[in-house]
């Protein structure tokens, strides 16, 4: 890698602070639903993105195949499933507990890789996703405690985590030939339109919103989505994937510092033992695993936050 910026690691700061804030907008939206929310997030990020794309990018968008094509549309169902769970699960559950199971993913991703693809894990591998699974039942437990909704939360949000899973699979042969503009343009494009289906029909309405719930929708598509996960893009230049994937690891921290001060969210001590075990096992994880191999994707398929 070339020498990297000295403002690299400052780079890498603000990424990480701007997805711990997605948590956050979804709970500033108020009442407004989880697929309505995810829906203008990814509409909105898609709007912003066309006329880049087809100006700077269409010759790359009619170069690609049919079936990298739709491979990438399937890629945007998992994407708009996991938006749908993820903050659906934060009307349920805190912050902390949210995004530290959504977290998980990593370990999801290599079950995955497991039973499709057949790698094997290293001692440590299945060692560190021991240790991240039992933090995951602690914060459970400690949910289950203070009433099953928090629990309900905690559920979704470990389908979330396998969802977005599913999104970096299907996209681990398709980035490869796709440029990561066209790639993220229309997986976000079929994410937005699945979410658009899925609306339609439900109760809840698309238009009525007031000002300030279209400030959260338009920082959702803004912050998290570009500020944050263009700057891991473009840290790739310098940064190693398995640093960027330690340096992801203190979105939980950073997501339950800013739900501490705005929501005035207190940590349980299972919230608290559960998460550092979490974040501990899922450290050992991305250590052992990144010895094994590299990994073929950059950050842009972790679409949380």
Known sequence: MERP????????????????????????????????????????????????????????????????????????????????????????????????????????????????????????????????????????WGDFQTGGGALYGDVLALLGGMMVTGYFLIGQSVRKRLTLTSYTWLVYGMAAVALLIYNLPSPASLAGYDGNQWLVFLSLALIPTFLGHSLLNWSLKWVSTSKISMAVLLEPVGASILAYFLFGENLSWTQLLGGAVVIFGLMIFLLSTSVKRKPTLTYSARKRG
């Open 5 to 140: 910026p000295t403002a690299i690691y400052a780079v890498l700061a603000v990424a990480v602070l701007s997805i711990s804030a997605s948590a956050i907008f979804v709970r500033l939206a108020g009442d407004v639903p989880a697929a309505v929310i995810a829906f203008y997030r990814l509409g909105l990020a898609v709007a912003i993105m066309t006329p880049w794309v087809l100006l700077k990018h269409r010759h790359h968008l009619s170069s690609i195949t049919r079936k990298d094509a739709l491979s990438s549309m399937l890629a945007g169902i998992f994407l708009a499933a996991h938006f749908i769970l993820w903050f659906e699960s934060l009307k349920y559950t805190s912050v902390a507990s949210s995004v530290v199971l959504v977290s998980l993913q990593p370990i999801f991703a290599f079950l995955g890789t497991y039973f499709f693809f057949r790698e094997r894990f290293s001692a440590g591998a299945v060692l560190s996703m021991m240790i991240a699974i039992t933090g995951s039942v602690v914060i459970g």
